[in-house]
């Protein structure tokens, strides 16, 4: 009776010991989980997840707090990676985020622009260049077409105009056969 | 000479006879000239010219853009009539940036400085041919200035002159009918390469072009030395770079590499006659040898045409019937462009139009893969394009890298094999170019990842400052007064506007 | 504005189609199938029309079901091949039942649900007979004895009625027209303790080789088999690992113990070592597909036909080699994949 529970008492002592010592040993810096699912997540900080941008969003996945179908511009791809990262089934994208929308980039109509920096504010990239009472221009190149100028403009002169095709973007299709070959 | 084989391959029937009974002849000058500012790997030229203004022929009318890039001349002289979007010849069928030059008839040439090479140092030589805008000729429109900068010791420059695609013959009519300039070129382009020795190769069934070769080469006076004319099995691709070397040197390009790593440069014979003309006789490249062929065309010949002339009037030339025209290709059969549109402009690298007719080519039905392994057979390459098939199919883009997807030259033996007809390049096309497009989504996403968390950290620090300023109570721009800013800025607008549409009325 | 392709190239002309290759396996296969015919009966006849019929038959209600044309998979001639090969393993008097479940099992399960032609990782025929084999191991055993020994022999009437009715004319039993095959009455008599040389001269289905009479169906199945080699619609290296390994195995055994080891041409020339060699394994849909890997897989298969005949509960191993090394196609494969050009040796797989 008395050795089992000395023994008892004592293997709990030694793993005890093991994990306290393998928690300062192999200790992670940061989480790496996150830090994965944020590689995979577009960075186009739009906030449409219900997170303030996509790190936060990525740590709420990693946490179990949110499901990995909440990006849309990411859409079906990003879902992809993240199941295939996570080991989970992908799903259809949450309809209440919004839908998968072909890329598109945000176009200030610069002749009626006041001037008002608040679209500067509120561009999560630093995308948008101007100066108070002087008109601003989005950085084609920079913007992530999250759509969160638009909103806070008082004069309605933000516009979102999907990103031209062009031939050193286009991209060759997938072969359509006829007989329903299809994959 | 030894010669090596390379893997697979395929016997394909060559229908080059057809378009070689004819001596070539220059083209007509067009009417207008469409040159598109990207002809070449790399970024597109910048233009040099603006509306309306009068060019001379072979003056430089685009600038390269960047050190992988090449510029653009008029092919002839005339007006600038637009700079703007135009169809090009391009499998998406899409418009590019291009310079249209309505032509005067007139020719007047810019300026040529004829040289002699002996006179010039090699990287002379690379910049005249960079400044020339000449581009590999015989298939991707590398900039050929590159290729003459090995930065190494070069034992073997080769020549191509294999022209293993079926249909096409402007290679071969070039070495029948100016192998001086080839062997010129030749020896402009070991003078730069600094080569020891010099291989001209020839598939073996074109026997004329070879004896041409053969008979100025022996003509010449001084420096035939070290230049070899190597007949090699007609064996498609043999003509493409990687198989050339592997069958004149026995060595292999490694992979994701350059020739240059094994030692040897390998340039296209028409690229060395542009060569030539550029350096001697100072033209930029604005002409080039094309075969226009195919079912649908009556007399098959080769031309020499101005870069930017409409492929349509090109194919009118050799009388072709519009009615009985099933599709054009640009290029040959296994590699070419299939044409969207007949407007588009004759570009350098465009060696062959093959004008196929009604049921020249069928596109077969399209059966199930059924692994027989024909494909890897024929790969010259030595890949399994079954398995990047089936990969390619499910999207599993990291298996493809691990079947050596970007090994793949898009030579189509695979497809052309293929018992079940599938068109396997057009599944390894998807996926590169799909890789290539996630490629550069991750650097975007990584550029706005960067950008977003020195804002936040901005953010953080300006509140910070705020706070520390608000400690000290100094006043700042109270939010009400900006409000009130925005709401005057506001009043402003609307009434801008209230004033513009009562100015409408 | 033209009818055209996307991507190069824009022709192609293989030696022949995905059909042609299908179709010139069967032509392959008929002489042997005839010799099959005139030794052992109309029922032979009788079970490769059936099969084919039900084979047809299933093909297209599981392209209705999946929602696929008929076109061009009902003519690709592969069900046909998957219904002559099953029909080829079958006993030549197999009632309708038995065929039916085969084949069906074979094109719905084990080629239909798996995807169709090109998707399936087994053999359709094998998995059809191996699921006969292993669910009504009596009647695949009711083998006739060949013509030429055969005391009684049954005209088309009554093969139907035996097929379709399960009646025989009056007088005759099912026991009375069928025997042991070679390879089950060699196993059965080495069982027994009797020595190969005592069992080949006591039984009367030995000829000079493997069975009487059957090594006329081997032999045709060999031309048929050398000639699609010759007309390079198989390889060479599947056929020759497979029997190579079988004879170098079986030689061994043979040097070591003639009296309880049959000879390698016994082991060859019996059962369906040929007819899987050349007309099964090749199945490239389910073999290893670079050269190196075919020789892996073939090799593999001759040695697992070696065991189980020896070793095994069946006295025939050519079905399950062939399923076992089925499954071990896709490793073969990753194992032997070819050196790509500019890759140096070491192989970055």
Redesign the interface.
Known sequence: MLSAALALTFLALVFGLLLGYSSIRFRVEGDPVADQI?AI?????CGQCGYP???PYAEAIASGEADINQCPPGGE?VIQALADLLGREPKPLDPDRGAEKPPMVAFIDES?C???T?CIKAC????ILGAP?QMHTVIAD?C?GCELCVEPC??DVISMVPVE???S???????K?????A? | MRLWSFHGGIEVPGHKEISTTRPVEPAPLPKRLILPLSQHLGAPAEPLVAEGEEVLKGQMIASPAGFVSAPLHASSSGKVVAIGEHPVPHPSGLSAPCITIETDGEERWVEREQRDFRQLEPAEIRETVRQAGIVGLGGAGFPAFIKLNPGRTIKTLILNGAECEPYITSDDMLMRERPEQILRGLLIIRRAVQARRCIIAVEDNKPEAERSLRQALGSMKEDADDIEIVTIPARYPAGGEKQLIRVVTGQEVPSGGLPVQVGVVCHNVSTAVAVYRAVELGEPLISRYVTITGGAVAEPRNLEVLIGTPVEELLQLCGTDPGAVQEVIMGGPMMGISLASLGVPLVKTGNCLLAVGRGEIEHPEVMPCIRCGNCAEACPMSLLPQQMYWHARAKDFDRLREYDLFDCIECGCCAYVCPSNIPLVHYYRFAKSEIRARQEQKRKADIARERHELREQRLAREKAERAARHARKRPGPSDESKKAAIQAALERARAGKQGAAQDDV | MFKKALSSPYIHNPPFSTRGMMFRVILALLPAAAAYAWLFGWGVVVNMLLATGVALLCEAIMLALRGRPLQPAITDGSAILTALLLAFALPPLAPWWLTTIGVAFAIVVAKHLYGGLGFNPFNPAIIGYVVLLVSFPRELTLWLLPAQLAEHTLDPAATLGYVFGATLPSGLTIDALTAATPLDAMKTQLGLGHTTSEIMANHPVFGLVGGKGWIWIDLLLLAGGVWLIYRRVINWHIPVATLGSLFAISSLFFVLDPQHSPSPLFHLFSGAAILGAFFIATDPVTAATSNLGRLWYGAGIGVLIYVIRSWGGFPDGVAFAVLLMNMAAPTIDHYTKPRVYGHDGSGDA
């Open positions: 944020d997540l577009p960075q186009t900080q941008g996509c790190r791809q009626d006041i001037g008002c608040l999560p990239v630093d995308a009472k920079e992530t008082p004069v095709e062009d031939i973007h286009w991209k060759w299709p997938l072969p056969v006829a007989n329903g070959d994959p």
